[in-house]
């Protein structure tokens, strides 16, 4: 099977495949990014399904997923490359009689060369998706450096000189939105926002991903999810907390959803007690006197 899409139909159908729902949007930026072979820069908030779009991508192409998590203080050498430092020492004391000119070249070739992911999705002679995920956690100086990979697909190594990449990889760039991106990095993609979803189309996810669940249930569960997603919670619930208190609700037996199912299990979609309150008072359900 060609790992390229043929269409935006072919896109919804691999994706679909691969567990993931696409809806038109996400069908046609995909198809448009593999064509052009641009970046998708993908922002919305946190567990909406961004990370799990390229990992999709990755499986409805039969392609190796490679992963660059971003956080604050990455740098060049965690993201890039660096050079297996104690090797080379080795290499330097077995070899001690040799001057400095006669050792540099050994110490600066592939053999002490540690690929990190960015340099392993460019040298990646198959089919490959790069995920950049959480860019926004990274500085503008780090930013600069994706630049050229992004715009040339090549990247300037001093030792070893310009390494330009083999096969273009499928490359999506994930943000939650703590901060604002350069211009210069989104005109080098194109633009995916991805929300919460609607409650048909995550009723839809639940029943595709948990397919034991009882559509009366999935609907419930879905509807009160969306209700609390309104408040002003700490840590609103993702798709995956969606899905896994359908999971749980299966394992505990329930088909429906009352106060005590809800007390019970409420931990399982929401993380911070002072969220679980908001919830109580939302549903309206009577304080607890065991949690006072």
Request: net charge negative.
């Amino acid at each position: 099977m060609s790992t390229e899409f043929t269409g935006v139909t072919d896109v919804s159908k691999r994706l679909e495949e691969a567990g993931y729902l696409p809806d038109e949007s996400i069908e046609t930026v995909v198809y448009l990014a593999d064509r052009l072979r641009k970046p998708i820069l993908v922002e919305g908030p946190a567990g909406v399904g961004k990370t799990e779009l390229a990992k999709a991508v990755a499986t409805a192409r039969s392609a190796d997923l490679v992963r660059l998590q971003c956080y604050e203080g990455l740098d060049e050498a965690k993201a890039l490359y660096e050079w297996n430092y104690k090797k080379q020492l080795l290499r330097i004391q077995m070899r001690e009689d040799e001057n400095w000119e006669q050792v540099h070249d050994d110490l600066f070739g592939e053999e002490y060369l540690l690929e990190r992911p960015l340099l392993r999705a460019l040298r990646h002679t198959g089919d490959a998706v790069l995920l950049i995920d959480e860019v926004d956690k990274v500085d503008f100086e780090f930013e600069a450096l994706l630049l050229e990979i992004l715009s040339d697909f090549q990247v300037t190594i001093p030792e070893l000189g310009t390494v330009r990449g083999t096969k273009h990889p499928f490359v999506v760039l994930t943000s939650n939105n703590t901060r604002e991106l350069s211009e210069a990095l989104k005109r080098r993609c194109l633009y995916l926002y991805l929300d919460y979803p609607t409650v048909e189309r995550e009723k839809q996810i639940v029943l595709s991903r948990v397919p034991d669940a009882p559509e009366q249930l999935a609907d419930q569960l879905v509807r009160i999810v969306r209700s609390l997603r309104q408040l002003e919670l700490k840590k609103p619930p993702s798709i995956s907390e969606t899905l896994d208190w359908a999971q749980t609700l299966l394992e505990l037996g329930f088909d429906t959803i009352d106060e005590n199912v809800v007390r019970s299990t409420m931990n399982v979609l929401l993380k911070y007690q002072q969220d679980v309150h908001k919830a109580h008072a939302h549903l309206r359900l009577p304080p607890n006197p065991e949690m006072n």
